[in-house]
T-cell receptor, first 112, second 109 residues
């Protein structure tokens, strides 16, 4: 049984560019959450998708947007990249009725 | 605003030396408190969910407890493979998980 998968593993972008990160949830899970984790910090909640709609959103600007597909996979899009967007981006999945979240390995984004 | 403070920031133990990690929290309407383990360069690994004060959960050498203001993760007779960063998170009435900065644990053989 595959766990949460994310792609790509690493990414280097230039300020002002746009980036798309992808996530496939654990089998049987229908809810996907995205987090940003800066070095030495805990993960910060960006948003959560359920039934293809954004259900909750953390304190992140509109440059951060997402999408969930009918197969429950999800994308995180970040526009107009800033140096401060450099971080590990984590995807977590869960079943709608359970609190436990299972995290993927993350995508390391570097903005130069 | 929900807040989570973890202490200590870093902890070094000798193999077999038991200790506890602390997670202090403020939250409006606790729905759950979560403990995760994170290895360098990897995503967090789920350990426990605690729902109400007085609850305890165990897994191998780890035991998590919960009061109305804090949670403890007790590590009994740790081994070098227990070395990792341990993260605490809460979810309250906002339905938005809030994580602490974690405790970095190193267990020396």
């Amino acid at each position: 049984d595959a766990g949460v998968t994310q792609s790509p593993t690493h990414l280097i972008k230039t300020r002002g560019q746009q980036v798309t990160l992808r996530c496939s949830p654990k089998s049987g899970h229908d809810t996907v959450s995205w987090y940003q984790q800066a070095l030495g910090q805990g993960p910060q909640f960006i948003f959560q998708y359920y039934e293809e709609e954004e259900r909750q959103r953390g304190n992140f600007p509109d440059r951060f947007s997402g999408h969930q597909f009918p197969n429950y996979s999800s994308e995180l899009n970040v526009n107009a990249l800033l140096l401060g967007d450099s971080a590990l981006y984590l995807c977590a999945s869960s079943s709608g009725t359970q609190y436990e979240q299972y995290f993927g390995p993350g995508t390391r984004l570097t903005v130069t | 605003e929900d807040q989570v403070t973890q202490s200590p920031e870093a902890l070094r133990l000798q193999e077999g030396e038991s200790s506890s990690l602390n997670c202090s929290y403020t939250v409006s309407g606790l729905r759950g408190l979560f403990w995760y383990r994170q290895d360098p360069g990897k995503g967090p690994e789920f350990l426990f969910t605690l729902y109400s004060a007085g609850e305890e959960k165990e897994k191998e050498r780890l035991k998590a407890t919960l009061t109305k203001k804090e949670s403890f993760l007790h590590i009994t007779a740790p081994k070098p493979e227990d070395s990792a960063t341990y993260l605490c998170a809460v979810e309250g009435g906002s339905y938005i998980p809030t994580f602490g900065r974690g405790t970095s644990l190193i267990v020396h053989p």
